[in-house]
């Protein structure tokens, strides 16, 4: 056969496979597309949050700010993921470790203290009201368990009352040179 030819009917089949391959995927375009962005013929509809800290939040992120005169960095809402990753050991079977990260992956805490070098030196939740809620206690208990093996200090403190915790002024002046 014609090279040309050949080339002709090689090209053919591509194409015809091609619309056959777009054909045959239109549903599943389709049910990704609705997976991803949400119901069909458009995605859902985004808008700024209306605050990116609650009030008792952004009086805790003024006071670490302020105690710390500089000899650290605040990060506000850090992901629990991003801050303690899974023990090797611990895992015996495959998927283990995108278990054990699904559970701390959704998490956050409120605030992560970096000091030299910007290594977390220590984390702050600021308990509100909802804390009380069973859900939460769970959740609480769960992350003060993932932040003791990490070996990461979780300091809990009431809103508004961050000058009257002990253990947030210890973290502090310990990261200000003093003793603990």
């Given amino acids: 056969m014609e090279p040309e030819i050949m080339t002709a009917i090689s090209w053919g089949m591509v194409t015809t496979g091609a619309i056959g391959l777009i054909a045959a995927g239109t549903p599943l375009v389709r049910a990704v597309s609705r997976s991803l962005f949400g119901r069909a013929g458009g995605i859902f509809q985004y808008q700024e949050a209306s605050a990116f800290l609650t009030k008792p939040e952004q009086q805790a992120f003024d ?20 801050l303690v990753d899974v023990d090797p050991t611990s895992l015996r079977e495959t998927g283990d470790r995108m278990r054990a990260l699904g559970h701390i992956a959704q998490k956050h805490v409120d605030f992560v203290v970096l000091g030299p070098g910007y290594k977390p030196v220590f984390a702050v939740e600021v308990d509100d009201a909802s804390h009380a809620r069973e859900d939460r206690r769970a959740r609480d208990v769960f992350v003060n368990e993932v932040f003791a093996q990490a070996g990461l200090s979780l300091i809990r403190v009431k809103p508004f009352k961050l000058g009257r915790s002990r253990a947030l002024a210890a973290a502090i002046d310990t990261l200000k040179g003093g003793q603990p």
């Fill in 63 to 82: 006071y670490l700010q302020k105690a710390l005169s500089g000899r650290g960095h605040v990060c506000p809402k850090v992901r629990i993921a991003d």
